[in-house]
Nanobody, 121 residues
Framework: QVQLVESGGGLVQAGESLRLSCAASGSIFRSYGMGWYRQAPGKQRELVAAIRSVSSTVYADSVKGRFTISRDNTKNTVYLQMNMLRPEDTAVYYC???????????????WGQGTQVTVSS
């Protein structure tokens, strides 16, 4: 099993910044991907950003140029630096980890408990 613990959410005004952190522990394999998803009230959960390696990142169009995802493999931690926040960024942000389990022959997905980000106008 893998446990994910998120931190860093909060209430900010539009234009301000926040940094989210997600620390993974447990049965983590050598190769894994991590990412951030968000879910606003009444909307589906959506991908915000994901990282597999320093050179392999993906961002939602709505956050490109404002958010930066990074990871520290020594700490099994992923970060999301969020700048120039907008009211539409308000959501619960979830950390995700995926890794391929060769014994089971499939990819396993794990989720954090979520952290609230609220951006006031």
């Amino acid at each position: 099993q893998v446990q994910l613990v998120e931190s860093g959410g909060g209430l900010v005004q539009a234009g301000e910044s926040l940094r989210l952190s997600c620390a993974a522990s447990g049965s983590i394999f050598r190769s894994y991907g991590m990412g951030w998803y968000r879910q606003a009230p009444g909307k589906q959960r959506e991908l915000v950003a994901a990282i597999r390696s320093v050179s392999s990142t993906v961002y939602a169009d709505s956050v490109k140029g404002r958010f930066t995802i990074s990871r520290d493999n020594t700490k099994n931690t992923v970060y999301l630096q969020m700048n120039m926040l907008r009211p539409e960024d308000t959501a619960v942000y979830y950390c995700n980890l995926d890794q391929y389990n060769t014994v089971l022959g499939r990819t396993q997905y794990y989720w954090g408990q979520g952290t609230q980000v609220t951006v006031s106008s």
